[in-house]
């Protein structure tokens, strides 16, 4: 029990003194945000924080499917639901070249002569002869339509007929024509042909080759003799064209220099003068 103080204050009602308070300081905010009032307690901020975590879990989820959407969806199927009639970007373009005749003017001076239709005649080709060759049996010869020189004819020493002999043994009356394009000259095959001889054992004829031809439906043989040795390009059986090597001119068998002797004689067997011949029939 307090006992009553002396003094002026004592007759009084009793005096009761306040505890003094230090206030609560108020934490500071951003400078661009003004204070309102007192922060939230730590609780109250987890709390706060607590809820917004489904809300933000939510929306992460929802742009995720929509991303989805959008890159694995097709572009025709999201707008499958478009009410408005549309082009289909698979239906063909639509032509819009447009073709007009050709037209060619001609002047007034110019006369249009009327082309001849009906001038054309087929005719079948010649066919192919059967000879008989020793040791080939039957052989078709078709037709040859190019004849050409074995070689150049320019330079000749003995033609055609009789003549006297150049050398002992050697014929005083020859059966062929003596070419001189000198010595290692290529030969050719006057026509199409087959070959029927190739041999260099040819006695007075030395190295030599005999080709069949078929010239104008008649059967014509040519012979080439005192080839070089070695130089044969053609064997027996053998199908050649106008102009394609057969050797080289030299002096084999009974020969008095390098030439080429040619020959020419029909079905028959009987030699004939083969330059003449050769000046009627050469188309090249």
Known sequence: ???????RRAAGRPQYRRAATTPTPVPRTHAAEPVTGAAPTAPRRRRAVAMLRPAMTLGAMTFAGGMLLSTSVPALAVTAT??????????????????RPQTLDVGSEVALEPIDVGGWDVEAAPPPIESSVAGLGNVSLLQSDRVVWPVDPSRTSDGFGPRNAPCAGCSTNHDGIDFNPGVG??????????????????????????????????????????????????SVGQRVSAGQPLGAVGTTGQSTGPHLHLEMYGADGVRFDGMAWLNGHVTG
């Open 82 to 99: 478009d009410t408005e009639v549309r082009a289909s970007v698979y239906a063909p373009a639509e032509d819009t070249i447009s073709q």
């Open 185 to 234: 000259a290529t030969i050719g095959s006057i026509a199409d042909g087959v070959v029927i001889t190739a041999t260099e054992s040819g006695g007075g004829l030395g190295v030599y080759v005999e080709v069949q031809h078929n010239i104008d439906g008649v059967v014509i043989t040519s012979l080439y003799a005192h080839m070089q040795y070695g130089s044969l390009g053609v």
């Open 1 to 7: 029990m307090n006992h009553p103080q002396h003094g």
